[in-house]
């Protein structure tokens, strides 16, 4: 029996995307939780940190190096949290490639290729544990952010392969499909009263997210708790999905 099954002490992580609402709220979580968490994003936090490391997350170099970094500070890694994402809202017939290509890259690619350098440190650091951001847009069509929707459906996925792939090693991996939450990336609704009511009235609960409701969800997927549960997509999303 687990004494404290929140307790993260001892625990090195790494999030992506953590100056944005939900990334700044996983952080915070994690490290009110006892986890040593390193903070990447583009651009340094306005409020300075020992343990924020810079980082492009369309660099697949850059997140190898990302990942030595914290091995060579901490001697290992625990738990990684691919928060970092983008949203473009464009009709399909106006969609460009490069538009396209971008929003694969930031939002499919690199939690690819960062769950694969976790891995690699995980399976030599006693097992991990691995959460993927996605979006109930990945699950359920919706219209104007084609390139955002096949994106988080490849992570939708790609959760599920990565772990078959990583069970044998320890390492656990998983999903949280937010829907819409109260942070820059809802701005769009923000903006238009009635639009906004319209979605609100699509949902169940009938009302945003919070970032700290899907960081209470992250702590549950990296956490003992949930330490038989891998290859699973947990919706937050105030009964959208259903609706």
Known sequence: MINNPIDLSGKIAVVTGANGGIGAAVVSTLRAHGARVFATDLTAPQEPHPDFLQL????????????????????????????????QRSTALDLTEQAWNLS???????AVFASQAAA??????????????????????????IDYASAKAGVHHATKCLAVEFGPIGVRV?????????????????????????????????????????????????SPMSSFVTGHTLTIDGGIIHA
């Open 104 to 110: 694969l890259d930031v939002n499919l690619r690199s």
């Open 56 to 87: 492009d997350v369309t660099d697949t170099a850059a997140i190898q190096q990302v990942a030595q970094e914290v091995l060579q500070q901490c001697g290992g890694l625990h738990i990684w949290v691919n928060n970092a994402g983008m949203l």
């Open 174 to 222: 998983n999903a949280i499909a937010p829907g819409y939450i109260n942070t820059r990336m809802s701005g769009w609704m923000h903006d238009d009263a009635a639009l906004k009511a319209e979605y609100l009235g699509k949902t169940p609960l009938g009302r945003l997210g919070e970032p700290e409701e899907i960081a209470m969800g992250v702590l549950y997927l990296v």
């Open 120 to 145: 690699q440190i995980m399976q030599n650091s006693g097992g991990g544990a691995i959460v993927n951001l996605t979006s109930y847009a990945g699950l359920k069509a919706r219209p104007n952010c």
